[in-house]
């Protein structure tokens, strides 16, 4: 079985709209962190957001929230007023495993969603 | 602060040349280093990892090798590359986030086209 799912390929939204993406994981470790990362069309993966197993708030981080749902299994990315530099590929990403120490820290990507604004 | 490097940016090859592929980091010592895969409009694989001089773990078996020949230097090599091998490659630190939390930081990448 996956161990993230993406579900959808691709995503459109207005510009200055809100708009969520999905991201299911699964894990029958009680540690575990979920990231977010953007990657333009120019290939660099950049590192969004961050939610731990054990955070009890949502994570926050300027226009992006992420809606954990634990009981659910789901870490879904909020981005708020979208703008046009928003287009890229998003990927869901899952850590298994205590949050720092040692350790090969590896990651887990989804296949990634494709959120086009539109103006 | 820390950064990432990685070289060649874009890389032509014919099938069966070998291959070498550069990342180094700057500002940190002894970071955990990866090297990814991603084919066209797909998620990362991960190839290697490394969490010190001379040890490297191997995810996927395959025509690729990874070595560590100092503590921040990460090699990807092949002796003969195949078409399969095209792909954007990735090499990435485990850093520490202003939150305080670890997370795995990219390089530019590497674009290779195996012809």
């Known amino acids: 079985a996956q161990k993230i799912t993406q579900t959808q390929p691709g995503m459109f939204v207005q510009e200055k709209e809100a708009v969520t993406l999905d991201c299911t994981y699964d894990?029958?470790?009680?540690?575990?962190?979920l990231f977010w990362y953007k990657q333009p069309s120019s290939g660099e993966m950049i590192f969004l957001i961050y939610q731990g197993s054990y955070d009890q708030q949502n994570a926050t981080e300027g226009r992006y929230s992420l809606n954990f749902q634990k009981a659910r299994k789901s870490a879904n990315l909020v981005i708020s007023a979208s703008q046009l530099g928003d287009s890229a590929m998003y990927f869901c990403?899952?850590?298994?495993?205590?949050?720092?120490?040692?350790?090969?820290?590896?990651?887990?990507f989804g296949k990634g969603t494709k959120l086009s604004v539109i103006p | 602060s820390q950064t990432i490097h990685q070289w060649p940016a874009t890389l032509v090859q014919p099938v069966g040349s070998p291959l070498s592929l550069e990342c180094t980091v700057e500002?940190?010592?002894?970071?955990?280093l990866y090297w990814y895969r991603q084919a066209a409009g797909r998620g990362l694989q991960l190839l290697f990892y490394?969490?010190?001089?001379?040890?490297i773990s191997s995810e996927v078996p395959q025509n690729l090798s990874a070595s560590r020949p100092q503590d921040r230097q990460f090699i990807l090599s092949s002796k003969k590359l195949l078409l399969s091998d095209s792909g954007f490659y990735l090499c990435?630190?485990?850093?520490?986030?202003?939150?305080?939390?670890?997370?795995?930081?990219f390089g530019p990448g590497t674009r290779l086209t195996v012809l």
């Open positions: 990435a630190w485990r850093g520490r986030t202003p939150l305080l939390t670890d997370t795995q930081y």
């Open positions: 990403a899952m850590r298994e495993g205590p949050r720092s120490g040692a350790g090969s820290y590896q990651l887990t």
């Open positions: 894990t029958s470790d009680p540690s575990y962190g």
């Open positions: 490394s969490v010190g001089i001379g040890q």
């Open positions: 500002g940190t010592s002894n970071p955990n």
